[in-house]
């Protein structure tokens, strides 16, 4: 079992990685909490709540939504609001947000703000969520805008099962390793690591490992910067062009699949220290297919990226001075970049309609 600690200015809380172990420190937490909510997706729920309710009291409320990041909308947060006024829930109830990213950011939203507030924990189930555990973002896409609607919220602790790792498809392995890699952008140490690594399944066998290195780069940028008004938006690298992506496939393509891809954008503007390009041969990511045509709608989704300003879009990029910043690129920069990226593409063999 590994610990790693959050310490920032609104609270102090552990995340512990292992196997059925951290789940006694979970129950420990649950013992004297009258009322505990449940929020899991149907696909998680079926996989793995077993598992979950050994360490639960007797009576849990149990709200269960359908898979998918088209969940993570007004509609859903609306339905599990009114079940927890109806079920009479109070303020010093704990919710157990038990899922993926998506499930973490609806149920954390959720929780965030009913009545002003309530307790929550974190329960990741895929790669991915190491990110979004972490930090206390909480959102719901609203307006074909992705996490347009959302709050700083921190958890009271994170607890992740490595075990619930092993029913992933491996298109949601790629998907978290994409933000691994994203976070060995962040740190030379962790990347080194990932360039040792050949393929897939040699992640899976150090999984504990990587968990916790990326989650500690992920630490380090939120306790500088809890609110994101400075250096913790560098955790964003390859999201701008990742979520156009995201928005443009209509949330159909896994978030780490398109930010993998939003990294290889970023490449085109500002060279990043490993060429993106290499991983996603190396780990064999699905291929994504774009029309050159596709721009405009792809900058308009741009556009509402939580950087952008009104005179453009602003980029994560790589920094001579510092390892990276924000910097305004126009229409015109983008379009010659994305042309340059789907001639990469191509060039690799992996040919775009």
């Given at each position: 079992m590994q610990k790693l600690t959050v310490n920032v200015p609104s609270?102090?809380?552990?995340?512990?990685?292992?196997?059925?172990?951290?789940?006694?420190?979970?129950?420990?937490?649950?013992?004297?909490?009258?009322?505990?909510?449940?929020?899991?997706?149907?696909?998680?729920?079926?996989?793995h709540y077993a598992r979950l309710q050994l360490y639960l009291p007797e009576t849990v409320h149990i709200l269960v939504v359908p898979s998918g990041?088209?969940?993570?909308?007004?509609?859903?947060?609306?339905?599990?609001?009114?079940?927890?006024?109806?079920r009479h829930i109070d303020r010093q109830a704990i919710v157990l947000a038990f899922g993926g990213g998506m499930i973490g950011d609806l149920a954390g939203f959720v929780a965030a703000t009913y009545l002003r507030g309530v307790r929550f924990i974190q329960i990741p189930t895929t790669l991915l969520?190491?990110?979004?555990?972490?930090?206390?973002?909480v959102a719901i896409n609203h307006g074909?805008?992705?996490?347009?609607?959302?709050?700083?919220?921190?958890?009271?602790?994170?607890y992740y099962h490595v075990d619930f790792l092993i029913?992933?498809?491996?298109?949601?392995?790629?998907?978290?390793?994409?933000?691994?890699?994203?976070?060995?952008?962040?740190?030379?140490?962790?990347?080194e690591?990932?360039?040792?690594?050949?393929?897939?399944?040699?992640?899976?066998?150090?999984?504990e490992k990587f968990l916790a290195q990326a989650m500690t780069v992920k630490i380090q940028y939120v306790q500088a910067d809890e609110k994101e008004s400075g250096i913790r938006s560098y955790l964003n690298l390859?999201?701008?062009?990742?979520?156009?992506?995201?928005?443009?496939?209509?949330?159909?393509?896994?978030?780490?699949?398109?930010?993998?891809?939003?990294?290889?954008?970023?490449?085109?503007?500002?060279?990043?220290?490993?060429?993106?390009?290499?991983?996603?041969?190396?780990?064999?990511?699905?291929?994504?297919r774009l029309e050159r045509n596709d721009f405009k709608q792809l900058y308009h989704f741009m556009q509402n990226d939580k950087k952008a300003i009104a005179s453009g879009v602003r980029f994560v990029v790589s920094d001579e001075v510092y390892p990276f910043t924000l910097k305004h690129y126009s229409y015109e920069q983008l379009q010659a970049a994305y042309e340059q990226f789907l001639q990469h593409i191509e060039d690799k063999g992996w040919k775009t309609c």
């Open positions: 609270k102090t809380y552990p995340i512990f990685i292992g196997k059925d172990e951290i789940f006694t420190h979970l129950q420990q937490q649950l013992i004297d909490v009258n009322q505990v909510v449940v929020i899991v997706d149907e696909t998680v729920y079926n996989l990041e088209k969940s993570k909308d007004l509609n859903h947060y609306a339905q599990l609001s009114q079940a927890l006024i109806t969520a190491h990110d979004s555990c972490v930090g206390g973002k074909g805008i992705k996490n347009s609607l959302g709050a700083f919220y921190q958890p009271e602790a994170v029913t992933l498809p491996k298109e949601h392995w790629q998907s978290g390793l994409a933000e691994v890699i994203k976070h060995g952008y962040l740190s030379p140490e962790l990347l690591k990932v360039n040792e690594m050949k393929n897939l399944p040699q992640l899976a066998t150090n999984v390859g999201h701008t062009f990742g979520h156009a992506i995201e928005t443009f496939y209509q949330y159909s393509l896994p978030h780490g699949i398109a930010v993998m891809y939003g990294l290889c954008f970023v490449h085109e503007l500002k060279p990043l220290s490993t060429s993106p390009y290499d991983y996603l041969e190396r780990f064999e990511f699905p291929m994504i």
